[in-house]
């Protein structure tokens, strides 16, 4: 084996000791992403960006069947407009990123490329909406947006991400309430169904919720380190932005009214998400649904006849699934073991002269590792079964590790204190004051992430930091 190819083999540095220098290690020796020349900014590489493509074709897909259109706006929006919401441009001012010069010559007005398109979009529906027979405006777009960030972390905070975003007005508070929940709970659908990511659902704080919004509702999920990532988030604007932009039309008593307004968006973030609640100190463990690699057929002893057609008759047999035969010359199958390990497909199957002559394969499991001896009669009924027990037992470990990082504290002590042993999600009381948010956050670093819809007592319900009745039971965490 060259040098060469032995240093792709390296170990990952192992999670326990370095859990943010394993998370860079997998990323670039899956060749997820590389660092750009402009700082904060990434190169999504194809294994990365087919991920990505496998997560917004889900989505998408879901978005077009609850009667959503894709539509596209400018990446450029005038400060005039940015302007008009003073509360929205309050919360994204220190992140946004000015265009002063076109052409060498300077423009007459400051041009913002776009933090997030509420302004620019609510612009065009003041020009587009005139009477209530064309609401619901149901509009979705997939694009890019940047925030200038201070501190950048691949994938889960970069100074410009992809994301998708919806924008949807209606003619009541309730059809707009309705809109929100329901695209809350396509999120949640998809992120635990095909990234097997379990989720806690629930409203934001006054604090934490969307500059600008009536109501923020937020899916949390809880990495293999015990810190929380929000990872998708569904807001009702109330009138705030259609009032903001004198988006009026006529309603069905002839009057002239302001329709309501929702948002809501999720970014490639999901990719960090699977990161690091399902890999491990091998590389990454994809869920099989959201793999761009289901099977990896390896061949053993290439060179033998009858080894490599063989091969490719099991990937025709398996057709129906993303299955990808790894016939380079070269290297040794050790060497492609640990490749497609690392990379986290998650059914390898190896077969080789011995195999053949015993009508079998070795199916190789990435969650488990496990290894078993399958008749190639059986391989179709075979192969769909262990991709299901895959994905299911990735969903039901990540449910288990959140179950066993997950604590209760009655008292800011006691939750310093568990956060030390046992670092992850805490539920507590909290008596809904911005005062006892702000002291949690200063004594403990954690905030809080959501309040859960389903709702518990902690203790004698007495707020964690004033000690005052509490009724609301909300879940803790320090967060990326």
């Not at 529906?125 to 972390?153: D, G, I, M």
């Not at 640990?338 to 394969?361: H, N, T, Y």
Request: charged share 25%.
């Amino acid at each position: 084996m060259t040098k060469e190819k032995q240093q792709n083999i390296q170990a990952i540095t192992n999670m326990e000791e370095d859990f943010a220098r394993w998370y860079t290690d997998v990323i670039m020796k899956t060749e997820l992403a590389d660092y750009s020349p402009v700082k904060g900014f990434m190169v999504i590489r194809p294994y990365g960006f087919a991920i990505w493509e496998n997560i917004k074709n889900e989505y998408d897909k879901l978005f077009k069947q609850t009667g959503h259109e894709n539509m596209y706006f400018p990446l450029l929006i005038p400060e005039s407009l940015l302007v008009r919401e003073a509360e929205h441009v309050e919360g994204f001012a220190p992140e946004v990123a000015w265009v002063t010069h076109g052409g060498g010559a300077e423009l007459a007005e400051r041009l913002c490329i776009r933090p997030t398109s509420e302004t620019i979009i609510c612009s065009m529906y003041s020009k587009w909406l005139q009477t209530w027979r064309q609401l619901p405006f149901l509009y979705n777009q997939w694009c890019s947006v940047v925030r200038w960030e201070k501190t950048t972390r691949p994938f889960l905070r970069t100074s410009e991400f992809l994301w998708q975003e919806g924008h949807t007005l209606h003619e009541t508070e309730a059809e707009a309430q309705a809109e929100t929940m329901q695209m809350l709970n396509i999120y949640r659908s998809v992120a635990e169904e095909y990234m097997a990511i379990p989720m806690v659902v629930g409203q934001k704080s006054e604090k934490e919720k969307f500059a600008g919004a009536h109501a923020t509702y937020t899916m949390e999920a809880l990495m293999h380190d015990g810190q929380a990532l929000q990872s998708g988030t569904s807001h009702n604007l109330g009138q705030h932005f259609t009032k903001a932009f004198d988006i009026m039309y006529t309603d069905r008593d002839g009057k002239r009214s302001y329709p309501y307004h929702t948002s809501w968006g999720l970014s490639t973030r999901l990719i960090g998400a699977i990161i690091m609640v399902h890999g491990d100190n091998s590389g990454l463990v994809l869920p099989p649904k959201i793999a761009p690699i289901q099977i990896v057929i390896v061949p053993i002893a290439q060179h033998k006849e009858g080894v490599l057609d063989k091969a490719y008759e099991l990937k025709n047999i398996l057709k129906e699934y993303k299955v990808k035969v790894d016939d380079a010359d070269g290297y040794s199958p050790g060497w492609k073991f640990s490749q497609w390990e690392m990379k986290g497909v998650p059914l390898r199957i190896e077969i080789g002269p011995k195999d053949i002559e015993a009508d079998k394969c070795v199916f190789v499991r990435r969650d488990t590792k496990e290894k078993i001896d399958i008749s190639l009669d059986d391989i179709q009924s075979a192969v769909a079964k262990t991709l299901e027990d895959i994905q299911n037992n990735l969903y039901k470990r990540a449910l288990d590790m959140r179950e066993q990082k997950t604590s209760t504290a009655v008292n800011i002590e006691e939750m310093k204190a568990k956060l030390k042993e046992n670092p992850g999600f805490i539920k507590a009381m909290w008596c809904n004051d911005r005062h006892c948010e702000d002291t949690i956050k200063e004594q403990t670093g954690a905030s809080i992430r959501c309040i859960p819809f389903e709702q518990e007592i902690i203790g004698e319900g007495k707020c964690i930091c004033c000690g005052s009745p509490a009724d609301k039971m909300v879940y803790l965490a320090r967060a990326y």
